[in-house]
């Protein structure tokens, strides 16, 4: 029979747990605070269990008060070991796990089973919070800099990470950290963004993670960093539901899958010119270049500066918990000329043509194509164009936007892709001219051949 640990033991070993970890001896009123934290579950470790059977995978376990779960080997070894706590008769409830950083006071719920809430706050988390911010944190301060060299940009970040740092909501955007190596954005990341909200709660992937099937690593992940990312259409489509999903199918190598609440937050870094491909009218990506590398900057000593870092970081956390955050702008991505670059690179040139069309962007053909370029003809035809446009302006357009010049044998097959067709219509006076039509001007039936 299993005889419970002794309560000696028990606050034994949670000092030990207290001390031993580094994220929580930085500073003598931090290693204070987690020793409370931890003496206060090993008191709740000596108090009786109750039995659950888990939902997924029906193994008995026995769920202590202090959120603590013992897998056992089968019912009767979990009756033993109850016994040993004196519960003399022991029911098994429904049990499953879930993870929501939104409730982290709340481990416990459920009616007839037991729903239990593995996640935690980190301990800067769990600090006091103060009523005002004065603390100092100057290397997280020049390295915020040169990750985020513009200022406006800066505060954006530094609004979204307070959001998920006070509230574990998911912001619904990402960002992209364009630059060389060496310019701070994994050290920001691993050594300052990490730490804060719990280094169980953030993990840094590649571009493969991206890809693949199996992405069980995103389980019960608050802050995901994938390092070096390049384009990928099927890494873009998967993105996208990983941004703004409430829920997340996961999938381990063994096939067995499951829904779980999403609530990732992302963050892409890579020095490829086109790390992710974004839409022309995208509401998820912010996109930052970093200045240059660390070493090249005065201020940056090395293993000293990241000692430095982690030194601060009780400060910073102090910032964070009284910053007056926003939660409507951090879901609001921020304009960057980076951002418009990107924009570009990753759409065919095709694509944005038709896109011009069919959103009937007037302003952004005439500039695209240039007013010096443009007959008073052309311009009274793009005051007034839906749904169709004469061969001779498409052309200017077409040339225009892809960057070099294109003949109609070309730019016909790349229309009729694209779901524009051509047809022969009668304009200006009866002069028949070819005409490009798409939307609900189409009508198969008088489409050229050529186009079909």
Known sequence: MSKPRNKPYLIGSALDRAF?????????????EAAEQEIQKAQLESKAPVGMVEELTGKYILVFPSGRKQVCKSKSHAIDVARGYGVDKLSFAPFRETYDPTSPNKPFSGGDGLIMNTYEKSPYQNRPKPGASTSAWPTI?????????DQRVREAFMNWFAVIFNTGKKTETAWVILGSQGSGKTLLVTQVLFPLLGVNNGIQLNQDALTTRYNELLDRKQLVCFNEVHSSKQAAER???????????????????HIEGNHLNLIFTSNHQVPVQIEADDRRFSVVRTGPP????GWFKGESTVRLVGRELASFADYLHAFPFAEGEARHPVATAEKERLVVASNDPFDRLVDML???????????????????????????FNGSMTKDLLLKAAKAVVGAPVSKKVLTPELGKRGVGVLRGCVDEGERKRVYVWGDQVNPDKLDKESK
């Open 141 to 149: 301060g020049k390295l915020m800099e040169n990750v985020f060299p």
């Open 239 to 257: 993105v996208k539901t990983w941004i703004t999903e409430g829920d997340i199918r996961l999938e381990d190598k063994s096939g067995r899958a």
């Open 358 to 384: 069919r959103r009937r962007r007037i302003q952004e053909l005439k500039d695209a194509i240039g007013l010096e370029n443009l007959t008073e003809g052309d311009l009274s035809e793009l005051s007034k």
């Open 20 to 32: 031993g970890e580094k994220s929580k001896a930085e500073v003598p009123t931090d290693m204070l």
């Open 294 to 297: 660390l070493r090249e900057l």
